[in-house]
């Protein structure tokens, strides 16, 4: 494609360019994924790429890391220079991009950005790595905990920084056998790339996932060869119910220890009880303990079926056990639809904190313990 971008444009579909591409297809060469009538500063930034021999860079970066996971089967790469637009959001492209095999050699760089031949290698030692992993796997699809140790490992290599996160953490913990993209989206890409896909958010900032993956990964390779490590990616071993992580959760992490099996959690009241210090609440009873309440309630609408809602129960229990100032209510959104419509409650977790008998703040999507006392401190001072 590089050729067909420095033949002329004159013409539109009649054009000496779009002639070539049209060529280029009809040769069976897939070109299928790119725009023919691309801009000039688009071709510019492939005019770049040609100076900087990226192609060469690319066969150069994946050969060494090949032979570094030891992977013997074929391996085909290819450079894809996207532009942002109405269908190209950044954040939710790389989500599609990393999540996705259907084009494991693809090397994706970003018009608009500055890159250099460092950036054209990281992100192709990026994608070796998907690439080899997707190979060794097949057709499986891979928990958030795999994904995320994958992701981490590949960025490791290129030396980006990573950063705990004690929301990641805990999202891992909790969603860790999760298959579904939408999670591993969420959790990769944060809240803003979700909410693009039409996902639920988890309550994390930007890649605050990906960079506590890429943190824990770090701490592998340490003490581990990237070889050696790889192959954790590939067959991670499995989180049982009777282990906890002491440190991420993420599959192949050095510190697994393994604990009591953790006790048959009871089933949830669906009446007016009190549980853990949490309230739980139905149509019948919500009127009563929510509006005559002379203390901020905070009222967290949940499902069964909802990750993030699971992730963020055991905090909102831990704040009830220890701040006597609110009280921390639940309603299970599916049990009482009633109530999630009265208060136009879209996506959960949907947390309503009502002071005075009135909804005073509204917190969509789970949120890490620190951040939440963070949201709920004008209450907390209020009620001092």
Known sequence: MAAVYRESLAGGASSRRFASYVS?????????????????????????????????????????????????????????????????????????????NRHPGEVLLWFGTEFDGAAVSAATAIQTVRCCWWA????????????????????????????????????????????????????????????????????????????????????????????????????????????????????????????????????????ADMAEGIVHLSTSTFDEHVQSSEKPVVVDFWAEWCGPCKAIAPILEEIASERDEITIAKVNADDNPDLAMRFNVMSIPTLLVFSGGEVSKRLVGAKGKSQLLQELDEFLVSAR
Request: net charge negative; aromatic share 4%; proline share 6%.
């Open 24 to 100: 280029l297809g009809r040769e069976g060469r897939p070109v299928h994924g790119y725009n023919p009538m691309t801009s000039k500063p688009v071709g510019a930034t492939v005019q770049r790429l040609i100076e900087l021999d990226a192609e060469r860079i690319v066969f150069d970066e994946a050969s060494q890391l090949v032979e570094l996971l030891g992977w013997t089967g074929d391996a085909r790469f290819h450079i894809t220079v996207a532009t942002p637009g109405m269908w190209t959001d950044p954040a939710a492209t790389a989500a599609g991009h990393a999540l996705s």
């Open 136 to 271: 060794a796997v097949g057709a499986v699809e891979p928990s958030l905990r795999a994904t995320a140790w994958r992701e981490g490992i590949a960025a490791a290599a290129t030396g980006a920084p990573g950063e705990s996160s004690d929301v990641a953490r805990a999202a891992l913990e909790i969603l860790g056998d999760d298959v579904t993209a939408a999670t591993a989206s969420a959790f990769l890409f944060g809240d803003a790339a979700a909410l693009i896909l039409g996902y639920t958010p988890l309550g994390l900032t930007g890649t605050e996932g990906l960079r506590h993956a890429i943190h824990e990964a770090h701490r592998c390779l340490a003490t581990t060869e990237l070889g050696d490590v790889f192959l954790e990616t590939v067959q991670p071993p499995r989180t049982d119910v009777r282990h906890r992580r002491e440190c991420c959760g993420i599959a192949g992490c050095c510190n697994s220890v393994q604990s009591v099996r953790p006790s048959r959690t009871p089933k949830r009241p669906k009446d």
